[in-house]
């Protein structure tokens, strides 16, 4: 997530200092991914250095208010015009819980995968009430919100297919180690008797 370019966003609208941004972000996006206050000053000390924003002086309130420059409001303009790069992914804790988990031994992974489920079909059903409830009693400044919840019902609806996938593979394996069903090549190399592809894994 780039809080950079975030908080660049949220100057362009109009000046702000930095509890202000902070509370901004998390009204515009539902708290979603909620800021420290703490990041939100480290970012503005980087990107006034980097001369993408300026000090406009005390608000009377004893806040420093900060105001966007032109050279970041060309920044931010970039930021919007550019497609996200997949280039470097995220981390994902849970690919990376069960690639670990797979590797090693005695992690029973099929109890990891079940519990997962569980816990990701619970969020799976509170973003939809809630997408449900805000669409019933919908805002113009809630466009951004279901906008946000959208993205995490599709995302986690994703997980839950995926994790049926990685149940499925696990069976598979245990299957084939137990029946033999694995073959040798001509080079000596194991390989599946059968690739497992989604639409046979249940």
């Not at 939809?128 to 995490?152: E, I, P």
């Not at 069976?171 to 090549?185: D, F, I, M």
Request: proline share 3%; with cysteine.
């Amino acid at each position: 997530m780039s809080i950079r370019h975030s908080l660049l966003a949220l100057l362009q609208d109009q000046p702000r200092y930095g509890y202000q941004l902070r509370v901004e972000f998390e009204n515009r996006t539902g708290a979603t991914w909620p800021l420290n206050i703490g990041q939100v000053y480290t970012t503005l000390d980087r990107l006034e250095r980097d001369g993408l924003v300026a000090r406009e002086g005390d608000d009377g309130g004893g806040h420093v208010v900060y105001s966007i420059t032109a050279e970041g409001a060309a920044e931010v303009q970039g930021w919007f015009a550019a497609p996200v790069e997949r280039n470097n992914p995220p981390r994902n804790e849970l690919a990376i819980k069960l690639a670990l988990a797979v590797t090693l031994p005695g992690v029973d992974v099929q109890a990891i995968i079940q519990a997962q489920r569980v816990a990701s079909i619970r969020a799976l059903q509170d973003y939809t009430k809630a997408r449900r409830d805000t669409a019933a009693n919908q805002r113009t400044a809630d466009t951004a919100w279901l906008l946000v919840l959208d993205s995490l019902i599709f995302q986690t609806e994703a997980e839950v297919r995926w994790l049926d996938l990685c149940e499925a593979r696990m069976v598979q394996q245990a299957q084939s180690a137990g029946q033999g069903s694995a073959r040798k090549t001509s080079n000596g190399v194991t390989e599946d008797a059968a690739p497992l592809n989604a639409d046979n894994r249940r």
